[in-house]
């Protein structure tokens, strides 16, 4: 049970208040219900509350609020979509970073419920326990099981969030996947023949984009594409595309895109409330099949604000995130050694219980063992030294057989072998001389531990394999030199 002085810490610490008779007043008013009290401060400043009086008094005037960063609808027509995802926490407004630009609160702006037809096409997404014990947005906050979901995963209600999200797989599955490919082919056609940098979209739906950055420690960049917006091509071809932006981008997130088009998108673009494009987010788990939505960004926007933007970000998050990848290696270690000591006590009590029938058994297993290993190990060598003399006489013979190499003339074609190992090996042969030949010179050299490969020109791709070796190299095209490649089959 979470005491009182517990909740008011967890409650100044996710709302940034540091006055403890505010954070008193505002959790009594709630019935120290956490939760309820946390939604509440999100969905109204609860500063206006206590001074609700004088706001109204002097007409607002008195109030240093930046405009909101959620308008209050969404694009003409989203609103009306049956499955939209329901904001539960309200817009929070930015704040002034004292450089000319703003910086978002200290917190997830806001949590947001996702509509169950994105939800089921998951390939298992647990909307449980993500092994984040800590989170932050704009500091390091610590976010209980109760709350976000980001808990260490010990209890219980982990294992049966995660068997009863498993039971959410259906046939939107490739749907969502087939967007997802549609998107980023269209995208790789418009924008990345003009440019060798561009994001690495995962070509999955968005919940197991989710799932992916959950499992790889990193934020979720989510970029939303109005096709027929006339921001969108300068922004994809110089903001997305952006060499600087785009190393950042896919060193430290997992990213996503869809097309407003496609159903997937549609409906992730009234979830986040799109009002502007290009419209980007930065986005993590929750809980209860709920994304935290800790940054967006709405029309059109330089590579070097971006950058700004995602840098403050990482660096918010960066010591929540390795802390979090340290707490999930140290709980696999303790689940490991218990694995292990619980194996050791099965076997010493297995032991104990018949050591003396056991120890005679061992003896005789070990005799017979270290026969079998003494006569295996001895036919293993007497059967390597036969093959090693085996290819000693080969190379030796067609060695002999290649005769001596001709002088350069018209007539004779120089061959430059290489090997994969890197080496290269040169020799001149007449332009009459069989494909056959050239093999039989590779054997001699003894470079390959083996006889199955094939020689091959890369321009143009020609593989001179077994069943060309009665053609000259004349005929083959190799006179009067050629470059080949050893190719193992």
């Avoid at 089921?120 to 800590?134: C, E, K, M, P």
């Avoid at 029938?357 to 297993?365: D, L």
């Avoid at 040169?426 to 050239?438: M, P, Y």
Wanted: hydrophobic content about 35%; proline content about 5%.
């Amino acid at each position: 049970m979470v005491d009182a002085a517990d909740k008011l810490g967890y409650f100044q610490a996710i709302t940034g208040l540091e006055d403890p008779d505010l954070c008193t007043e505002i959790l009594q008013a709630h019935g120290w219900d956490l939760e309820l009290a946390i939604s509440s401060f999100t969905s109204s400043d609860p500063r206006d509350d206590v001074d609700a009086s004088s706001s109204h008094a002097d007409g607002g005037a008195n109030r240093d609020r930046s405009p909101a960063v959620f308008p209050e609808t969404a694009n003409p027509g989203l609103d009306d979509y049956p499955s939209r995802g329901i904001v539960d926490d309200s817009e929070l407004a930015l704040r002034d970073d004292g450089r000319g630009g703003f910086r978002p609160p200290g917190i997830a702006w806001r949590i947001i419920t996702l509509p169950i037809s994105i939800v089921s096409g998951s390939l298992g997404l647990v909307s449980g326990a993500i092994g984040f014990g800590f989170w932050a947005a704009g500091g390091v906050l610590s976010y209980s099981i109760g709350m976000l979901g980001f808990g260490s995963g010990r209890g219980g209600g982990s294992e049966s969030s995660s068997s009863s999200s498993a039971r959410l797989v259906s046939s939107s599955v490739s749907s969502a996947a087939g967007e997802a490919m549609e998107f980023v082919a269209l995208f790789d056609r418009d924008y990345g023949r003009n440019s060798p940098f561009k994001p690495d979209f995962v070509i999955e739906g968005f919940m197991d984009a989710l799932q992916r950055s959950r499992s790889s420690f990193k934020l979720l960049f989510v970029y939303l594409h109005s096709p027929d917006h006339p921001d969108t091509p300068a922004f994809c071809e110089r903001t997305l595309c952006n060499e600087t932006f785009v190393a950042f981008l896919n060193e430290n997130f997992v990213t996503w895109g869809g097309s407003i088009r496609s159903s997937e998108g549609f409906k992730m673009s009234n979830s986040l409330k799109a009002s502007r494009f290009p419209f980007c987010a930065v986005v993590m788990p929750a809980a209860n099949q709920r994304i935290a939505l800790l940054q967006q960004v709405e029309g059109p926007t330089t590579p070097e604000e971006m950058l700004a933007i995602l840098q403050r970000v990482v660096e918010d998050s960066s010591p929540v995130l390795v802390t979090a990848r340290v707490e999930a290696e140290e709980r696999r270690t303790t689940l490991r050694l218990r694995e292990e000591q619980d194996a050791a006590y099965r076997a010493a009590l297995e032991a104990d219980q018949a050591r003396e029938r056991q120890r005679q058994e061992e003896e005789e297993r070990k005799e017979r063992k270290l026969k079998e290993e003494e006569e295996a190990r001895e036919r293993e060598e007497r059967e390597a030294a036969e093959r090693e003399a085996a290819r000693v006489r080969m190379r030796q013979e067609k060695a002999l057989a290649l005769g001596d190499e001709p002088e350069k003339a018209p007539d004779v074609t120089q061959v430059l072998v290489r090997f994969p190992n890197g080496e290269r090996k040169g020799r001149r042969f007449q332009s009459k001389t069989k494909i056959q030949t050239l093999y039989d010179y590779v054997d001699s050299l003894g470079v390959l531990e083996t006889e199955e490969y094939s020689l091959i020109t890369n321009f143009p791709r020609t593989v001179y394999g077994r069943d060309k070796q009665l053609m000259s190299l004349e005929e083959a095209g190799l006179h009067p030199q050629a470059s080949l490649f050893i190719e193992i089959n």
